[in-house]
């Protein structure tokens, strides 16, 4: 039996890497002990805190918020010769939104898997419904630790029972003699509590300390070791505020004699030995939705008395007479618990003695054997065949995503707006365009990859912004290398793409004071949005509005004001198209993307016909124009094209082949038909050679993108809009692959969205 694991992994610090590494040794050896042979690996789930040095049975490792890894990931195990996978699933572990990246990778597979479910929600939202389904659909056996879960799965995720295997977490088959282990910890003469896992406010610790001055009173020699590290995505968001909070309540309290704080991440066979020495171990979490804990499976396994708020898993497990349970958050009811409890050692001793009894039952021998049967019978099941899911974007020709040039490019001011090849040009200084599409990309980076040089670039892209808005609330665009202002006020291109960037920061600022001033600058510049005639500073402001919108649904002030700015492109359309030229000028110029972009975008907040179909007929003469057997043709900037004139080839520029990412993203997004993610993955293909030169415009040396190409092939410099044109494209391409799989069905998108679509508008 080869066996491959699809989970975290130790020494990440992460319960189920533990219950995985426990997992294949308990079906090693159940295996070899029935006479067979077993060979197994471990492709390990990273975090963004880096990489770590794994043992010998990991033989791959994928990094959590990185798509491509877990399709390279599925290409490995499908050339590895395994038998089956074991899936541990966990919506947390996985990139993406509820955990998404794990979709493509088991659509790729090509033998059979099952799942182990660490988490089944009750009231899931629309995606961890679908994700979770989807995963179980897939799977050949469905694993989960409780009844409740069964249910769950039956009733809310219509899962068939036949596929559902219960089986109970596995604890160390390990016993230490009590007295031996209270006596080398100097525990005899104490009551020793005690609660251990990852710390963080969901575990209710507060409410064990509150009731402990009505325990000492009766017991004083009571002590409460609460055992671990404060959860790592915890110290990411808010450090050991949480921890912090409990010691400074202890010492309010007076309590510093009877809690004991031990921050560590401790082996298991240290951590049996704790739980052997404790009196009543404690769960006193504080919401009933846990359908499994671990932590408590191990002190029932070391034979503990338990005390526990009534969650599931507890409500479960406990309802034998292995422990007792208390209101959530009810530090009184705790008290009187704890008192009886101690104050009548035969009954405590008796509680021990059932929880010592079922514990037996799951050691991880047993729960080896149980996965060992459970999966021979997936093997000797007629194969499925299960045809593979495959995206229409195949993200694996996408370079891995870096931001190495941008780093190159950008210093304490902002990011320089040329380049020398790929030396920035710091004679050129900054402008306001380039710094406002470098915060929309470090945004949409931090946000699908979690990448921490995005999140670090933020403040100094934003502060240039803000350095450049005028008291009237326009912006100047160029600063020179010296810090000095080189206009007064810039083109209401720049204004547009800052609005852009300031809106969409709104939807997804990473805290609260970058959002608060993002709104305000944005606020600032609302009085100038009708003084606005570009039709692409229009264009780019409408965009920003919107992702204002999507985040402010219900600001009718905002909303009229983009009804007002729709109608001035919706007119200007009308002025110019005729019945063979459906476009809003009587040339195709520059970034004419940009234009049905915006009308989809404005249609998505408005849902009105007219808008949706003149941003379809115009994306479709665009279409027309630039789309050659599936390659794009960009409009060269030379002499662009002039109505009844010839176009322009040369000159192609990186923010033209952007916009088209981006209006074909957006079009695929309202109406969810596939032939818009094809479109969408040609265009950006031209960065990579799927062009009229056929020459890649990504520089896969320098990480950067070229400015363009004439005549005489490309135009080698790097500068800031190019390549942030590529990076923003890059990061279209995996989003647009994110949405595709959170269809159901991949391959079975609704072919018309929310909006009906009428072809014809004009006569």
Request: charged share 25%; net charge negative.
């Amino acid at each position: 039996m080869k066996i491959g694991y699809i989970s975290t992994y130790p020494p990440r610090e992460c319960g189920i890497g533990t219950f995985t590494q426990n997992l294949q040794q308990a079906i090693k050896k159940s295996v070899e002990g029935d006479g067979g042979t077993y060979e197994g690996f471990v492709i390990a789930i990273n975090d963004e805190d880096g990489y770590h040095s794994h043992p010998s049975e990991v033989k791959m490792t994928l990094q959590q918020d990185q798509q491509t890894d877990y399709l390279e990931a599925a290409d490995f195990i499908n050339l590895s010769g395994l038998d089956l996978c074991v899936l541990e699933h966990e919506f947390g572990i996985f990139g993406g939104e509820s955990g998404l990246y794990i979709l493509p990778l088991l659509h790729r597979l090509e033998m059979p898997f099952i799942v182990t479910l660490h988490t089944v929600l009750d009231s899931p939202s629309y995606n961890e419904k679908i994700i979770l389904k989807e995963v179980c659909d897939m799977a050949s056996k469905v694993v989960v630790m409780s009844k409740k879960a069964v249910k769950f799965l039956d009733e809310i995720y219509q899962v068939s029972r036949e596929k559902i295997s219960l089986i109970e977490h596995g604890v160390p088959d390990m016993q230490f003699d009590t007295s031996g282990v209270r006596k080398a910890f100097r525990f005899e003469e104490k009551k020793i509590l005690m609660t251990f896992g990852f710390v963080s406010r969901n575990k209710g610790i507060e409410t064990v300390i509150k009731s402990l001055p009505d325990v000492i009173k009766n017991h004083p020699n009571t002590v409460y070791m609460i055992l671990g590290k404060t959860h790592p995505n915890v110290i990411k968001h808010a450090g050991e505020e949480y921890r912090n909070y409990l010691k400074l309540m202890v010492k309010n309290m007076d309590l510093q004699d009877h809690v004991l704080f031990l921050n560590d991440f401790i082996d298991e066979n240290e951590l049996i030995k704790y739980l052997t020495a404790c009196d009543i171990y404690i769960t006193p979490y504080l919401a009933q939705a846990q359908i499994t804990s671990g932590t408590l499976s191990y002190a029932i396994g070391a034979g503990c008395a338990i005390a526990s708020t009534p969650y599931w898993h507890a409500e479960e497990l406990l309802e034998n007479g292995m422990g007792r349970l208390f209101g959530f958050r009810n530090h009184e009811e705790l008290s009187t618990l704890l008192n009886d409890m101690l104050s009548n050692p035969v009954q405590l001793n008796a509680i021990r003695e059932k929880a010592l009894e079922y514990g037996k039952t799951i050691t991880w021998p047993m729960i080896g054997g149980k996965y060992k049967n459970l999966l021979n019978a997936v093997l000797n099941e007629a194969p499925i065949k299960r045809e593979k899911k495959e995206s229409i974007l195949d993200i694996l020709l996408l370079p891995n995503f870096s931001m190495a040039h941008i780093k190159r490019l950008t210093d304490d001011t902002g990011i320089i707006q040329h380049a020398k090849y790929g030396i920035p040009n710091l004679k050129e200084g900054y402008c306001l365009d380039d710094n406002a599409r470098a915060l929309l990309m470090v945004l949409m980076a931090y946000k699908q990859k979690k990448d921490p040089l995005a999140l670090g670039y933020m403040p100094i892209y934003l502060s240039y912004i803000h350095y450049l808005q005028n008291p009237d609330g326009t912006f100047k665009n160029f600063l020179g290398f010296k810090r000095d202002f080189l206009d007064q006020v810039g083109s209401e291109d720049s204004f547009g793409r800052t609005i852009w960037a300031l809106g969409y920061l709104m939807g997804n600022a990473p805290n609260d004071a970058y959002f608060q001033t993002g709104k305000l600058m944005f606020l600032d510049a609302v009085p100038n949005f009708d003084k606005l005639k570009s039709i692409r500073g229009i264009a780019n402001t409408i965009i920003g509005i919107s992702y204002y919108l999507k985040a402010n649904r219900y600001d009718d002030q905002m909303t009229e004001i983009l009804r007002i700015l729709t109608n001035k492109l919706i007119r200007q359309y009308k002025q110019q198209a005729t019945t063979d030229w459906r476009w809003f000028e009587s040339l195709l110029a520059y970034d004419n993307g940009i234009l049905p972009l915006a009308l989809l975008h404005s249609a998505e907040i408005l849902e009105d016909d007219e808008t949706i179909c003149i941003a379809m007929e115009t994306m479709d003469f665009l279409t027309e124009h630039t789309m050659k057997d599936g390659i794009l043709s960009i409009i060269g900037n030379k002499e662009w094209y002039v109505k009844d004139g010839h176009r322009s080839v040369f000159a192609q520029q990186p923010i033209d082949a952007l916009s088209m990412v981006q209006m074909y993203h957006q079009a695929f997004q309202l109406t969810r038909e596939n032939t818009y993610l094809k479109k969408l993955f040609a265009s950006f293909m031209w960065f990579l050679g799927e062009n009229d030169l056929r020459m890649s415009l990504y520089d896969f040396e320098t990480k950067g993108c070229c400015d363009g190409f004439e005549s005489y092939g490309v135009n080698r410099n790097q500068g800031a809009e190019s390549s942030l044109a590529y990076l923003i494209s890059h990061l279209e391409v995996l989003q647009a692959h994110e949405e595709f799989y959170k269809a159901e069905e991949a391959e079975k998108l609704v072919v018309t969205g929310p909006i009906s679509l009428k072809k014809e508008v004009f006569p």
